[in-house]
């Protein structure tokens, strides 16, 4: 069965210095991958997605994560943070053969002024 | 195009009662599953159904159960409430299934006292 583990509980950034929110993946099939960010109190908005198209995927709100196999890593990253990009985000992966999924813990993000 | 609607967004209810909870997906979308988020166990899959039939069910207790209608709409069930059932409960709804883009509601946050 897949499973992802995100490795930091919690990120804090300065506005306008890159961000770097890492995800580890176990998988024994193709995995679809997955970021999701979550605004207090609302549901999950999807960031972007990873199908074996292209290793390098760019998402919304200017992130991108790129797909490293020999790692088995989805690292999220953007260049430069925005207050407004203060959330929870999540890392999902799929497996393509079945219909279940696995979401990581979270990372909450906090951007400084 | 209408998001995902989740109702309705708070429910308190005692131990020992049950609860539905509706979801309406994105027209046109077939799929739609459900989670439980707790600070303590994070986000955990449901079930999901297709075309009115349960594809997948997570690791829960026969107490959660599910069914979708044909106009795709979806509800959810628990009976014999226990205070651990207190949580945000996410609807989501997708085109193919989990292993494609997810479109979540807001939620419905269920307090058990």
């Known amino acids: 069965a897949q499973s992802v583990t995100q490795l930091d509980s919690h990120v804090s950034v300065s506005e306008g210095t890159p961000v770097l929110l890492r995800c580890n993946y176990s998988?024994?099939?193709?995995?679809?991958l997955f970021w999701y960010v979550q605004h207090p109190n609302k549901g999950l908005q999807l960031l972007l997605k990873?199908?074996?198209?292209?290793?390098l995927v760019k998402g919304i709100n200017g992130f991108e994560a790129e797909f490293k196999k020999s790692e088995t890593s989805f690292h999220l990253t953007k260049p430069s943070a925005h207050m407004s990009d203060a959330a929870e985000y999540f890392c999902?992966?799929?497996?393509?053969?079945?219909?279940?999924?696995?979401f990581g813990a979270g990372t909450r993000l906090t951007v400084k002024p | 195009k209408a998001g995902v609607t989740q109702t309705p967004r708070y429910l308190i209810k005692t131990r020992g009662q049950q609860v539905t909870l509706s979801c309406s997906p994105i027209?046109?979308?077939?799929?739609v599953s459900w989670y439980q988020q707790t600070p303590g166990q994070g986000l955990q899959f449901l079930f999901e159904?297709?075309?009115?039939?349960?594809?997948n069910k997570g690791n829960f207790p026969g107490r959660f159960s599910g069914r979708q209608f044909s106009n795709s709409r979806s509800e959810m069930n628990v009976s014999t409430l226990e205070l651990g059932d207190s949580a945000l409960y996410l609807c989501?709804?997708?085109?193919?299934?989990?292993?494609?883009?997810?479109?979540f509601g807001n939620g419905t946050r269920l307090t058990v006292t």
């Open positions: 989501a709804s997708s085109l193919q299934g989990v292993d494609s883009p997810l479109h």
């Open positions: 998988s024994s099939y193709s995995p679809s």
């Open positions: 990873y199908t074996s198209a292209a290793t």
């Open positions: 999902v992966v799929s497996e393509n053969n079945n219909n279940d999924m696995r």
């Open positions: 027209s046109g979308h077939r799929s």
């Open positions: 159904y297709f075309s009115e039939t349960q594809r």
